[in-house]
Each structure stands twice: as C-alpha cells, then as structure tokens.
C-alpha cells in the first residue's frame, strides 16, 4: 500500500467520526502529520490503549477500563438515587455538572418502534432488577427531550411506579435538547428542579 493510500485510509476512518466530514477530516490528518511527534504518535498509542483496555460496566454501563466503574465502586455514591441516561456521553455530561452524587444506569439508546428496538435491546431489564435488588429510593429519569426520550421515560415509570419514587428532570432541558450538547448549568438547573412522574 503506498503512502498516499494510507493516508486517505486514515482520512477515511476519521471522516466516519461524529462531527467530521470528509473536508474536516483531511484538515485534521494533514494537522496530526505535521504535528506527528507532538500529536499523531502519542494519539495512536493512546487510542491503542483504549482499544486494548476499555470495557462497559458490567453493573451501570458506563464505559471506563475496569469491569466496575469508579462511580458504581465509590461507597459514596450509594445514597439511593439512580439517574437513567441514554448513553455514556449523557452520563459524562452529567458528571460534568457535578451536581449529581449518585449512581448511574445507562440504557444504551431509547425505544423505536421504527427502528424495532424494544426493551429487551436497551438495558431495561437490568435497570429493574437493580431497583430490585439495590438500595435505591428514587430513579431519576435523565432522558433527552425528544419523542423517543419521552416514550423510554413513560414505558420505564409504567415497569417502576409501585417499586420506588420516580423523577424527571424539569425546567433547562429544551423539547428535543440532548444533555450532551446542554452547559453544565442549565444540566444542574434541571436536575435541582426535577419533579415527581
């Protein structure tokens, strides 16, 4: 294969990112090649480390390089709350607010009827088990805004609304925000002023 060949092999693999296009990624290639010492060879050696290392949490879902999180591991963080997120990156962006100091349970996407993803494909089941076998007081829904968001939010109260009290995030959260994109503010605003479902 010769250079040019692997070069548009790496453009390519970076253009299939979130957030980069073809143009993006030829700027960011030709950035990491002349930066190669700098930032191209540390970038291939961290991402295989991560690819070697990184794993889902085996109790939450989160992804980090044990088979159990620090957060689930951390004594501390067992009060009792539970936040529901669609995924890792919603997660992170709540622990960016640092506001909340419970645990977590990622579902790894929401329902859709279109796409034919039902309970059994999200982490539904595990999620009731957990209120089941845990400690937990109150579940707190963290879903994005969105009409998949809202039908995950209500199919999930309907599996818990007898086993433990159950919230949503309120006022901040925009109809068809997702956390991930929302300031670490409007995040704590939301989730000080969550309500009763």
């Known amino acids: ?89 919603d997660l992170w962006a709540m622990e960016r607010s640092g506001v909340f100091k419970g645990r977590y349970h990622v579902l790894g996407g929401t329902l859709s009827a279109l796409d034919s993803v039902g309970p059994e494909e999200l982490r539904i089941p595990q999620l009731v088990h957990r209120v089941e076998t845990e400690a937990i007081t109150e579940v707190i829904l963290a879903l994005n805004a969105t009409v998949d968001g809202q039908t995950t939010a209500h199919y999930i109260a309907d599996q818990l609304e007898t086993r433990v009290e159950l919230t949503s995030l309120a006022q901040g959260v925009p109809i068809g925000g997702e956390l991930d994109y929302l300031d670490d503010g409007t995040i704590t605003a939301a989730l000080n002023a969550r309500k009763r479902i």
Do not use: F, Y
């Not at 692997?6 to 002349?34: C, F, K, N």
């Not at 291939?44 to 690819?51: L, P």
């Open 1 to 89: 294969m010769s250079d040019r060949n692997e070069i548009d092999a790496l453009i390519d693999l970076m253009a299939r990112l979130p957030g980069l296009g073809p143009r993006s990624a030829r700027r960011a290639v030709l950035h990491l090649i002349r930066k190669r010492a700098l930032l191209l060879q540390p970038l291939a050696d961290a991402m295989g480390a991560v690819a070697a290392s990184a794993r889902e949490c085996l109790n939450c879902g989160n992804v980090g390089t044990a088979e159990i999180c620090p957060i689930c591991a951390d004594e501390r963080r067992g009060n009792g709350q539970l936040c529901v997120v669609e995924d890792v990156a």
